[in-house]
């Protein structure tokens, strides 16, 4: 799923919805399929707070984690 002109029309609750939508479709087969791919390709450095961030997501709790690059 990518932003495109119509998207960036519209307000962040609405591309939230978009996105959390995309995400849900398939039983959560989306989330799962970007999940799967970016984790095998991600820096091994970052693969296990990624790792905490799915699963907390997971669970239904909200985390966000903004690393500082070095």
Known sequence: ???DQELLELSQDQIDTV?????EENAN???YEM???VLAKIDEKWK???SD???LYEQGK???Y????N
Do not use: Q, R, T
């Not at 996105?19 to 995400?23: I, K, M, P, R």
């Not at 903004?66 to 690059?69: A, L």
């Open 29 to 31: 087969g989306n989330f």
């Open 48 to 50: 296990e707070v990624l």
């Open 66 to 69: 903004h690393p500082i690059p």
């Open 19 to 23: 996105f959390a939508g995309y995400y």
């Open 35 to 37: 999940k799967k791919v």
């Open 62 to 64: 909200i985390y966000s």
């Open 53 to 55: 961030c799915f699963d």
């Open 1 to 3: 799923m990518y932003l």
